[in-house]
């Protein structure tokens, strides 16, 4: 399974950007799918995720309010709207999938089976 992440970009605090990925020729149907990002020295941290029903979303405390998960199973892609985005925001971003995501584990990186190649999102001050 190759997933496909695009949409990131340099942005000034305020704006907003929004992120797809796409994994072509592969259902999302029945897959938790996730964000998780990265910034320079860090470890990668979850950012949000959508089980795999698309009722239930979580999010990290840092995007609460300000970041919007949501999954389009026809178009076999999953977005993330970033609102009123901040320096700390700056990160390489992964879109993730996984078919066995229990909700105890939906916040944590090795449930993932499947992995996007990151995008690149850089928010100036």
């Known amino acids: 399974v190759q997933l496909q992440a695009f949409g990131g970009g340099l942005v000034q605090a305020g704006d907003s950007l929004r992120l797809s990925c796409a994994a072509p020729?592969?259902?999302?149907?029945?897959?938790?799918l996730a964000w998780f990002r990265q910034a320079p020295g860090k470890e990668r941290e979850f950012v949000t995720a959508?089980?795999?029903?698309?009722?239930?979303?979580y999010y990290a405390d840092s995007v609460k309010g300000r970041f919007t998960i949501s999954r389009d199973n026809v178009k076999n892609t999953v977005y993330l709207q970033m609102n009123s985005l901040r320096p700390e925001d700056t990160a390489v971003y992964y879109c993730a999938m996984g078919a066995r995501v229990i909700l105890s584990r939906i916040r944590v990186s090795s449930a993932y089976d499947y992995w996007g190649q990151g995008t690149q999102v850089t928010v100036s001050s």
């Open positions: 959508v089980r795999q029903s698309g009722s239930n979303t």
């Open positions: 020729g592969q259902t999302l149907r029945g897959y938790a």
